[in-house]
């Protein structure tokens, strides 16, 4: 068994960019095909080893709550009907894990949102981070988290997932400066979240997959707010480089930007092909 047991989900964030369904209904509960986001979030936890989800809600964030949890009234409805296999994996994961949840009062970023985590994940064990609306898949093998988590047994410290991509889009991501180490691999020297096109130091951008160790929440304790004044995990992260190691993973695998309409659109496509061709 791994040491990651416990996997974090910040889930507070407002959902603009998907006004108005976003008005009264979490961003993570969009459905791609029948399935909301956060569940595909949680069933690659569970593929890599965790069973225990933490999940950093927020106000009008109560579907994702009731979501992981038996809906008596419903599946007695159905019950014996064909509808009922279409509850079977959601009520194997209710089975399978303890879901714990913490409110963040106020959106001060991701790197706060992360650190209201450590009731949750404690302050001595690895955890898992997943951004629900970045979902990842890898039809070839290993989800993603799962590709970190073997990292993890390996070097035993702080892992970030990144990704190539073109050079006008880096100043919406984390981007990092590092050291090959091994084939995918590399050792973050420096990281700057959202930097200009042209002030960037590489093109290999962060998405929302982490293995952070417990050093990380005093560390997040003495950052300051960065950019758009909010406590952001790049800085905490960059500091913890500095002082230890941080290693930037390039996975295998696709990553869609369900935080964006495109990236939602693009993810909804890509699954219902693959439903199609079954
Ligand atoms: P985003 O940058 O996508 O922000 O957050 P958002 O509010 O969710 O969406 P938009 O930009 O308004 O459309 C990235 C992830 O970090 C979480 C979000 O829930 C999302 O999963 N987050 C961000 C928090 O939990 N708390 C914060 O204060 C900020």
Known sequence: MSDITRCLFPAAGYGTRFLPATKAMPKEMLPV??????????????????????????????????????????????????????????????????????????????????????????????????LADDLCVNPKGDGVLTQMVKLYEKYKCCIVACMEVPKEDVHKYGVIEGKIMENNVHIVSNMIEKPDNDKAPSNLAVIGRYILTPEIFEIIKKTKPGKNGELQITDALCEQAKNGMVLAYKFEGKRF??????????????????????
């Open 33 to 130: 095909l029948t399935k909301p986001l956060i569940q595909y979030g949680v069933e690659e936890a569970i593929e890599a080893g965790c069973d225990v989800m933490s999940i950093i809600t927020g106000r009008g964030k109560r579907a994702i709550t009731d979501h992981f949890d038996i809906s008596y009234e419903l599946e007695h409805q159905i019950q014996g009907s064909s509808k009922e296999k279409m509850l079977s994996d959601i009520r194997n994961i209710i089975d399978k894990c303890t879901f714990t949840y913490t409110r963040q009062n106020e959106m001060k970023g991701l790197g706060d949102a992360i650190y209201k985590g450590k009731v949750l994940v404690g302050e001595h064990n690895p955890f898992a981070v997943i």
């Open 257 to 278: 930007d369900c935080g964006s309409v495109d990236g939602f659109v693009e993810a909804t496509n890509y699954f219902y092909n693959l439903e199609k061709k079954k």
